[in-house]
């Protein structure tokens, strides 16, 4: 098995789908429930043009429909720069086309997802290589999957918070342990 940040995801979500992967406040998602919406989620962006190694652009909040986001870019096979629009911003998933090959000039714009708008699914047959980029940082740095996955691994059974740094490793890293993510409460915005 190609061990890439998806890849394991999804053989938690066979071997134990039940098991709480995510938990965002009152609510929470199963790793069946995630892997599947994020496998609808990817069939939507290659139907928009999105394809293998490119990079789409996501403004959105640490959340269970981040996760199912990213996670459906990697199921791709392509990679994210991803940024916290801060409280109350719109969230936006975007891409440019890789040159001609692409055929895709300028940005499409996805728009918003929630785990209600998708649902079912089986595993894309796409092949990602472990090294291959699965996101890139500020000032362009490429993080292959093959880094994430060697990353610090969380004991079974833990909760490990999902703050939102850049690159969602503290995302991954409990996701492809088996261990259920928690995000964390954002501060109120002053009105």
């Known amino acids: 098995m190609t061990r890439t940040v998806h890849r394991?995801?999804?053989n938690h979500a066979a071997l134990?789908?039940?098991?709480?992967?995510?938990v965002d406040g009152e609510s929470s998602c199963s790793y069946r429930a995630l892997n599947a919406a994020a496998n609808v989620l990817a069939r939507k962006l290659m139907n928009a043009g999105f394809r293998r190694g490119m990079c789409a652009h996501v403004r959105?909040?640490?959340a269970v429909e981040l996760a199912v986001v990213l996670l459906a870019i990697l199921k791709v096979g392509g990679c994210y720069t991803w940024s916290d629009p801060g409280p109350g911003a719109a969230?936006?998933?975007?891409f440019e086309g890789a040159g001609e090959r692409a055929g895709v000039a300028g940005g499409v714009e996805i728009g918003e997802v929630t785990l209600a708008t998708v649902c079912g699914g089986s595993n894309l047959p796409v092949m990602t290589r472990e090294t291959d980029a699965a996101c890139v940082l500020q000032g362009g740095v490429m993080v292959p999957h093959a880094t994430i996955v060697a990353m610090t691994s969380c004991a079974a059974g833990e909760r490990s918070p999902f703050t939102g740094e850049p690159g969602a490793f503290d995302l991954w890293v409990p996701l492809m342990n088996g261990v259920t993510?928690?995000?964390?409460e954002r501060p109120a915005v002053a009105a």
Do not use: H, T, Y
């Open 181 to 184: 993510a928690v995000v964390e």
């Open 91 to 94: 969230a936006s998933i975007w």
């Open 16 to 22: 134990r789908g039940d098991a709480i992967a995510l």
């Open 60 to 62: 959105m909040a640490p």
């Open 8 to 10: 394991l995801i999804e």
